[in-house]
T-cell receptor, first 110, second 114 residues
Framework: DAKTTQPPSMDCAEGRAANLPCNHSTISGNEYVYWYRQIHSQGPQYIIHGLKNNETNEMASLIITEDRKSSTLILPHATLRDTAVYYCIVKETSGSRLTFGEGTQLTVNP | EAGVVQSPRYKIIEKKQPVAFWCNPISGHNTLYWYRQNLGQGPELLIRYENEEAVDDSQLPKDRFSAERLKGVDSTLKIQPAELGDSAVYLC????????????FGPGTRLTVT
């Protein structure tokens, strides 16, 4: 699976959009981009995934660049409950292994 | 619907003692995973089950770790004997199948070895 690079930490004001970047320059054609988050003392939680088109669900939007070498997770109106570590993961859909890096610690401030 | 259930939530043991963790996955989920998460790091996969069969245990330290999933439902992860370096959070996750895009994680068991 391709490796990802994320900033170690980010801050965001409550009510504003949080934009979390991820670089995955070695991604291959059959690999998807997944985002999970982990709130303190809880297990990771799936957020969204995509292949090459932008995706949106009730939690977030995922923007993938045309060359697929990077992506951005967007939380449109961050709340204090969105404070968590966000993991960007690249893997094949049929692959079994989620390979977590160290993620980005997002802190939403009041 | 209940999520993935793990017990105990916390465990403190002395080194060289045995310890076991239990996981009950979401009903109907055929695939079950055990992860270990060290402080400040992301989870890393220890073992994956497809029904009763362990199909990926390459990261499981087999000299002291063992796991089982009887009848393809509940699973137990055991460490014997525990070492100081085993202190971590042990997470269980489940999914409908290998091709399922979403893994559902339990709250984890925090193990402290003294």
């Amino acid at each position: 699976d391709a490796k990802t690079t994320q900033p170690p930490s980010m801050d965001c004001a409550e009510g504003r959009a949080a934009n979390l970047p991820c670089n995955h320059s070695t991604i291959s054609g059959n690999e998807y981009v997944y985002w999970y988050r982990q709130i303190h003392s809880q297990g990771p939680q799936y957020i969204i995934h995509g292949l090459k088109n932008n995706e949106t669900n009730e939690m977030a939007s995922l923007i993938i660049t045309e060359d697929r070498k990077s992506s951005t997770l967007i939380l449109p109106h961050a709340t204090l409950r969105d404070t968590a570590v966000y993991y960007c993961i690249v893997k094949e859909t049929s692959g079994s292994r989620l390979t977590f890096g160290e993620g980005t610690q997002l802190t939403v401030n009041p | 619907e209940a999520g993935v259930v793990q017990s105990p939530r916390y465990k403190i043991i002395e080194k060289k003692q045995p310890v076991a963790f239990w996981c009950n996955p979401i009903s109907g989920h055929n695939t079950l995973y055990w992860y270990r998460q060290n402080l400040g790091q992301g989870p890393e996969l220890l073992i994956r089950y497809e029904n009763e069969e362990a199909v990926d245990d390459s990261q499981l330290p087999k000299d002291r770790f063992s796991a089982e999933r009887l009848k393809g439902v509940d699973s137990t992860l055991k460490i014997q004997p525990a070492e100081l370096g085993d202190s971590a959070v042990y997470l269980c996750a489940s999914s409908l199948g290998l091709a399922s895009y979403e893994q559902y994680f339990g709250p984890g068991t925090r193990l402290t070895v003294t």
